[in-house]
Each structure stands twice: as C-alpha cells, then as structure tokens.
C-alpha cells in the first residue's frame, strides 16, 4: 500500500508540474544571455566559496554492476582529495531518486551527482536542485526530450558515452571472426528499457550498423538483462528455453554477459571466444587476457567518476560553468581484445577508423580494475588536478588526465554537440529522440527484417560510424 501511495504521488505530482516542465524544456538553455561568457555564468550561479567543505552527495541505481561500484568508489575518492564531504546512497524506486536528493540537500549538499537516475523523475529531481540552488550532474540522464541546461541553470551535466561508437567496434570484430569461421547464429542481449535508455538506443543503432557489412548473421533471443549478472542470466535462460544452437553471443555490457555466460555454460555451451559485450570489467578483462573471451569496449570509469566531482566543484566554486554546447559530455573509448582483435580489426575494416583504438588489457587490468576488490579503493587519479579552482588554490598545474596519463586509456572526453556529426544541440537531441522512437527495443530475426527498419528510420538518426 505505502509503494501505491508512493507511486501515486509522484505521478500527481509529475501531472501538476507537466506545464512547467514543458515550458522550461521549450525554453532550453534560456538562463544563458546574448553575450554571457564562462565567467559571467559561473559567478553568477556559484553556491559556495573556494577551499569550502561542503558536501556533493551520489546517488547510484545500483551497486551489484562493476561500473556503478567504480562511479561510486572513484566519486568517494575525489571528494576526499579535494576536502569535500562525501555521501553516496543506492534509490531503489522513483520515490526514492526524489526522497534521497531532499535528504542529501538536507544534510548540506551543494551538488549531487547522479547514476543511471530513473528517467521518470529526473525533470523533478531537476526541479529540486533549481529551487535549493544545488548543481545537479548525470551519467546516463538525458532522452530526446530532456537534456541538461532545459530545466535551468543547475542541471549543469550530463556524461554518457556514445553507446553507438562503444558498441560499434566490439561487433565488428565478433561479426569479422563468426563470418571468418562460417557462424552465423547470434544471441542478442539487449539492456533495459527503463534504466540507461540512452545507451540502449544507441547500442540497438549500432548493431544495425554493424549488421548490414555481415547480412549473412541471424539474430536471436532479444532478451534483456538489465545491466546486471543476475538478470542476464536470467535472460540466458530465457533465450535457452527456445533454442540451444547459438554460436555467438552480444550482449549490452560485461556484467549481464557474464550472466548470460553461465547460463550457457551449464548447458554445455562454450561460446566465450564468440562473446562480445561493452564497459571493460573485471571478470571480462581477465576472460580476454586468458584469451576466453574476445573484446569489449569501455570507457575510463573511475576517471569519469572522480571528474564529475572536480567540476562540480568548480562550478560550485563559481571557477567554470560548462557552455550550452558543453553541457552533454561523452569519454573517449578503449577497444580491449584478445590476440586475435589486431588482425580481425584490419579484416573488418576498422583499424583506421579515428575512434578506432586498442587498449592494454592487462596493464589496465592490473593498475586499474584490481582496485575495485580492494576495502579501500585508490585509483591512479589525483582528481585536483582536473579542477580549474583547487589547481590554482594549491599552486598546482591543470591536467586534464587527472595524473593518469594515456598510457592505459585517453582519461579524456570530448563534447558530442560541438563535433562536426550534429550542427547544433537541437541536431543532437533530435537524433536522441529519434532513436528512442524507433529503437528502444531490437526484434529482428534476420537481416532482410533488419534492413527494413533501417531504411525506415528517419533522416535525424545518425547512421555513419563517424563520432569525434
């Protein structure tokens, strides 16, 4: 009855604010002025004085994934290096995405950092920060129809990797190797279509992309595991109870692959060297250093963890404020492949492709991902390093790799609205609602169903794979 109740409020609370919300996301970016510069926005929204303690408080969809337990230890451990309070906290339900940032400002927040947030209340949790003046920053926040800088000046931030170009890669050299050794059945896990949509849409987009150089490829199940070991497992199953001749397998991310990779094993089926997947974890890195698996792609966690808090306090600080075209912030990529990638790479065609790169899987295996094991995780990071403010307040030199260099991965970023792939935000968020529209879910057999609804998609989906 009190989840009803819960439930209920928020959805009458969500109608009454629809006329607001709607106006404000009519109104993108409206706060920023003819003529305003970074300086002029960012003492104009600052919340707090340099060398200040306050607190930035992190709110996570969950802890059982690899990448959210690295958000969450990485945005821990810059709070600490740069004199900050730190809470970080797990919402389980709309109600509690809600409940737990008025509970965070209660305690002193001057800004949140969010993972993966219901995309249910995000316009309300937007609201929120607004009225307390606490800077709001997302990963995995935005849709075609919201994205930071639409409900005014606090949610400032959103960094979500271009699922599209991560996903690309890793399918290509599965598609080149199944093609190479006359494989054609592939078990397709897809993510969620409530958590993460954003990179559910671009994933599906990239698997079409990838699907029409190998036409020749069946794929089956489309079953989901939801970003997590135990519901791609559960997924696994699913697709098992209708068929056990699959050759391959692609699923959204590492966690729910190896999920799913149990549940084929305890049929018998070993199908790990045909097995893809994205985000570069623990469990996949040591598969593909054993060459038991074969590629994955991922972007520097823990270094995009630690960074959302550098530059909230930045802004909090009033040193920097991102410019509208700076507001959605994707990492540069890491390929990490087994012994064959090099040259399945070169057969695919994609060795030359700019976002083309492969990672050292054992060094950042070992330097970087180890850490998570650890009680007391430090990632090779010196997070004051990539604050504008903290640098000049203890005499030290900016670095935008944060002290992590780019030998194990870029440890760097790029702003997907100022690449020449979208003329503009509005381009951007138009190709993101699009692709909402037509690929929340993926549930084709064949590459004849496939082309269809390739062709059929409209003119503001970006089909080229070409990103920064």
């Known amino acids: 009855m009190r989840k009803f109740l819960s439930i209920l409020i928020i959805t009458l609370l969500i ?126 926040g935005i849709t075609g129809e919201m994205l930071p800088g639409d409900y005014g000046p606090r949610w400032v931030v959103d960094n979500s990797p271009q699922a599209d170009e991560q996903a690309y890669f890793p399918l290509m050299l599965l598609f080149e190797k199944m093609s190479q050794d006359g494989k054609t059945r592939v078990y397709h896990q897809q993510g969620s279509k409530s958590s993460a949509t954003v990179a559910q849409v671009q994933i599906n987009l990239a698997t079409l992309m990838a699907w029409s150089q190998y036409p020749e490829l069946k794929m089956y199940g489309h079953q989901y595991g939801e970003w997590n070991f135990e519901d791609g497992r559960k997924g696994a199953e ?59 792609n991922g972007f520097d966690i823990p270094y995009f963890g630690g960074r959302m808090v550098a530059m909230a306090y930045d802004m909090c600080v009033g040193k920097w404020y991102p410019m509208p075209d700076e507001m959605v912030q994707a990492g540069k990529l890491n390929t990490y492949g087994n012994s064959e990638a090099p040259q399945l790479a070169k057969d695919a065609g994609i060795s030359d492709n ?27 990071y010196d997070f004051r390093l990539v604050s504008h403010a903290k640098t000049e307040e203890l005499g030290l030199e900016y670095d935008r790799h944060a002290g992590g260099g780019t030998e194990l991965g870029f440890n760097d970023f790029y702003y997907p609205v100022k690449t020449d792939r979208f003329a503009s935000r509005q381009e951007f968020k138009n190709h993101i609602g699009a692709l909402h529209e037509y690929l929340l879910d993926l549930d084709v057999e064949t590459w004849e169903e496939a082309k269809k609804l390739l062709e059929s998609l409209p003119s503001e989906i970006k089909t080229e794979p070409v990103w920064n």
């Not at 590492?254 to 045909?274: C, E, H, N």
């Not at 700019?354 to 090779?380: A, C, H, R």
């Open 354 to 380: 700019p976002s083309f790169y492969l990672g050292p899987t054992e060094k950042t295996l070992n330097k970087i991902l180890m850490e998570i094991k650890k009680d007391e995780p430090q990632y090779p």
């Open 15 to 140: 109608c009454t604010l629809g006329g607001t919300i709607s106006s404000l996301a009519e109104n993108s970016v409206d706060f920023v002025n003819d003529g305003d510069t970074r300086e002029d926005l960012a003492q104009r929204y600052k919340n707090a004085e340099p060398g200040e303690e306050f607190l930035v408080g992190h709110i996570t969809f969950q802890l059982a994934q690899e990448y959210a337990m690295m958000m969450f230890q990485s945005t821990e451990q810059a709070a600490e290096q740069l004199g900050l309070k730190f809470k970080g906290v797990v919402a389980h339900s709309d109600a509690e995405w809600i409940q737990l940032t008025k509970s965070m400002i209660a305690s002193g927040a001057k800004a949140i950092t969010y993972n993966c947030p219901s995309l249910n209340v995000v316009p309300e949790l937007a609201r929120i920060c607004e009225e307390n003046d606490v800077f709001m920053l997302t990963n995995f």
């Open 238 to 296: 699913a697709a098992l109870a209708e068929r056990t001749d699959y050759q391959g397998i692609w699923a959204a991310n590492d966690s729910q692959i190896t999920g799913a990779l149990s549940a084929f094993q305890d049929r018998g089926i070993f199908i790990d060297k045909y097995a893809v997947s994205r985000d570069m974890e623990t469990t996949t890195a040591q598969k593909i250093v054993a060459d038991q698996f074969l590629a994955t």
